[in-house]
């Protein structure tokens, strides 16, 4: 975007008055409700030519549909900002929108257990991508606090059994209804720097984290709840916001927490507050994501030092951390950039400062009039590549 | 009366004070820091400070209470901390939406609530009267979301009788085709404690000492209930419709979420939730006011429905 376009509209209305040369204008904006975007006359035309991918037949047949044609051909998008589940399921199926991503308390309409779309679909010819977004969930753990901080051999430990203790396959089997993937590293798929052969030292294992607290004096007492090395109580406290996916993992948790003996707090504030106190280091712990960065490099800041009281809210200082970061500035995309991202991450898993749980996979259903259907990874508006058959 | 009106418009200001006073302390006490929202995760304190020095959040307590003071005079409540959009313009474009749904919903439950609860008065006791109540009473114990999922399902996606959600552009299109769904939905909802309520607001006259009398004199039993009894009954009905206008604007947002209305409920529910201080300002000023007008408005209509009554 042009300076001169910030300069003009300011921090607080350049957002909303989108200056650019995109294929699509917007001709009406109705906050919260719709978005209407009309072709833009100046766009250059071009010409469909893609190539498939050789092992991927819904991609040959996309292209052997839409190769050819002159783009863009959708002169007018309405996006309807759909907030309840329920009514964009139903908007959908009657047939009343064109395409959704499917939202997850609706997917066991569209999907069997396999996850292929149910016959009632494609009887309908109902057409569906299905897609690993560029996104991780983690849980950061703060280093500064006085419970479960420090650098100490016994306060590793207490990190590692909490992160081995959670039950992140059911997070994803119950409260993501088989709709995510272990994250293995905090940079995810699709974005540059992602080593799809990397995998995790850290699985859930409650019987290694009860061994470890074992090790390391971490007793259980008559209530079943352990007790600090020197005897204090031990009581892990998390953070979390209201929202109904926060407070099913409350409950994760606290079912997780108890099974290795270690008795949890959990307490609630509102987002600005949360980040507040985040940035303060006063946050044991709490959930966090992160989508659509483009480079790895932004997501491997959230440990750096230099960024404490910025992103790094698990408040992390390690030279040996802030020397990759600085190599991983430096060096172009390739084995040494790759094998520096590995050490990273094993920084990460050794000393416990994150916990990773999931990457989201999104199911996009379109009907069948909507041709070329393909989910761009990171663009959100790719409507110039796709077509619309007349009903 | 005119001096009745300016007396009463006069005693607005110091409850005005009074609610300025209320929101800005309750604010500034438990309201979250906007600047952290806009600034985003990935910021730093030297963002932050930028962000709260453009705001006005750095300045002594008492000017940010001199600045709000200045808005509500002039009605200006600036730009929403979180989306940037005038507050005067949020309100301009969804308040229509909201009324749209509001409006229309208020009369019919109204005309609908006294005519049920006319005809049960009149056969109190009676089987009629028993069924209905219990109606009623099932009725209230349903929560609201049950009747908008399954009206929207049944309805809207089963049987196709009207759109599952959405919105227009003409007031018509919205009124004939959008609104009515959430309309009747909210009828079923606030039939029940309406028609209860104005019951026993009818129930109550309808054994006092004049309608005894009436009776007596030889006036029919139409006549006793719609001229003597009704009119007295109305004035408790006034002000509990009246008191209830502002309140309604908020609490159809469920509605509004469900059926993709822009309207304001919506907007409040996000302005709490992002810390949205000028938003939640101008909502308060905005239905305080509200709300001192429409019962001035109340005390008016009393006296159209009974001229007995004297205004000073």
């Known amino acids: 975007m042009a300076r001169e376009v910030v300069e003009h509209y300011g921090h607080e209305a350049v957002m909303s008055n989108p200056v650019g040369t995109g294929p699509y204008k917007i001709e009406k904006w109705i906050r919260g409700s719709k978005i209407i975007l009309a072709a833009n006359p100046d766009f250059p035309a071009f010409t469909w030519d893609f190539e498939a991918s050789a092992d991927d037949e ?312 909507v041709e070329g259907y393909r989910k761009h990874p990171l663009l959100l508006s790719d409507f110039h590549l796709m077509d619309i058959r007349k009903r | 009366m005119a001096a009745y009106v300016i007396r009463r418009l006069w005693q607005m200001v110091p409850t005005m004070a009074g609610v300025i006073l209320l929101v800005f302390f309750l604010f500034n006490w438990v309201g979250g820091d906007p600047a952290y929202v806009l600034a985003g995760l990935f910021s730093s304190q030297e963002q932050i400070a930028s962000i709260r020095k453009e705001l006005g959040l750095d300045e002594p307590i008492w000017v940010q209470l001199l600045i709000f003071v200045k808005q509500v005079l002039s009605f200006d409540f600036g730009s929403s901390w979180t989306t940037g959009e005038k507050v005067s313009q949020i309100f301009a474009t969804r308040l229509p939406a909201s009324l749209t749904v509001v409006g229309p919903l208020l009369i019919i439950e109204t005309i609908i609530g006294v005519v049920i609860a006319v005809a049960v008065s009149w056969v109190r006791g009676s089987w009629i009267d028993r069924s209905v109540m219990i109606l009623c009473t099932t009725g209230m114990s349903i929560s609201i979301l049950v009747f908008i999922i399954v009206g929207q399902y049944l309805l809207a996606y089963r049987l196709n009788w009207f759109p599952v959600q959405g919105w227009g552009e003409s007031f018509t299109t919205n009124l004939l085709v959008y609104a009515p769904l959430p309309i009747l939905l909210g009828l079923v909802v606030s039939i029940a404690p309406n028609t209860r309520l104005f019951r026993s607001f009818i129930l109550d006259e309808i054994d006092q000492d004049y309608v005894r009398t009436a009776r007596a004199k030889g006036m029919n039993e139409a006549r006793v209930m719609f001229i003597h009894v009704l009119r007295n009954a109305m004035i408790p009905v006034i002000t509990f419709v009246i008191s209830n206008l502002p309140g309604l604007l908020l609490g159809a947002f469920l509605l509004e979420r469900f059926f993709g209305i822009p309207g304001v409920g919506r907007e409040i529910i996000l302005a709490v939730e992002r810390s949205d201080f000028p938003v939640i300002k101008a909502v308060t000023v905005y239905v305080a006011l509200a709300t001192m007008v429409f019962n001035l408005i109340g005390d008016l209509l009393y006296r159209v429905a009974d001229p007995r009554i004297q205004l000073r």
């Not at chain 1, 959708?74 to 964009?88: A, C, H, L, N």
């Not at chain 1, 908007?91 to 009632?120: G, M, T, Y």
């Not at chain 1, 720097?193 to 409650?206: A, E, F, K, L, Q």
Request: with cysteine; proline share 6%; glycine share 6%.
């Open chain 1, 58 to 369: 819904a991609d040959k047949r996309v292209a052997a549909q839409m190769k050819g044609r002159k783009m863009p051909q959708i002169g007018k998008v309405e996006i309807s900002i759909i907030e309840e589940p329920q009514s964009t399921w139903l908007a959908f199926s009657s047939k009343s929108i064109d395409s959704i991503a499917v939202p997850p308390s609706f997917i066991e309409k569209a999907l069997d257990a396999n996850n292929r779309l149910l016959p009632s679909w494609t009887e309908q010819h109902v057409g569906m991508y299905r897609s690993v977004e560029p996104d991780i969930r983690y849980q950061f753990f703060n280093l500064k606090d006085p419970v479960i901080g420090g650098y100490s051999k016994e306060k590793i430990a207490l990190r590692r059994a909490i992160i081995l203790g959670y039950d992140v396959d059911e997070e994803i089997r119950v409260i993501r209804k088989n709709q995510a993937v272990k994250a293995e590293q905090m940079v995810a798929p699709v974005i540059p720097g992602h080593d799809p052969n990397y995998r995790s030292i850290v699985r859930y294992d409650p019987g290694l984290a009860n061994a470890l607290l074992d090790q390391f004096n971490y007793r259980k007492g008559a209530d079943g709840y352990r007790s600090m090395p020197d005897g204090k109580p031990l009581v892990f406290t998390i953070y979390s916001t209201t929202n109904s996916i926060d407070r099913e993992r409350d409950e994760l948790w606290k079912r997780s927490m108890d099974r290795i003996g270690i008795r949890l707090e959990v307490k609630k504030d509102k987002f600005p507050e949360l980040l507040k106190q985040g940035k303060q280091c006063a946050i044991p712990s709490w959930a966090l994501g992160w989508t659509r960065s483009s480079e790895s490099e932004f997501v491997m800041k959230l440990l750096s030092s230099k960024t404490i009281g910025q992103n790094n809210y698990a408040c992390f200082e390690s030279k040996e951390y802030d020397q990759y970061f600085e190599d991983l500035k430096r060096l172009p995309d390739g084995p040494e950039r790759t094998r520096v991202l590995h050490n990273m991450y094993r920084l990460m898993e050794v000393y416990g400062v994150l916990g990773l749980s999931s990457t989201s996979i999104a199911t996009r259903l379109h009907h069948p009039w």
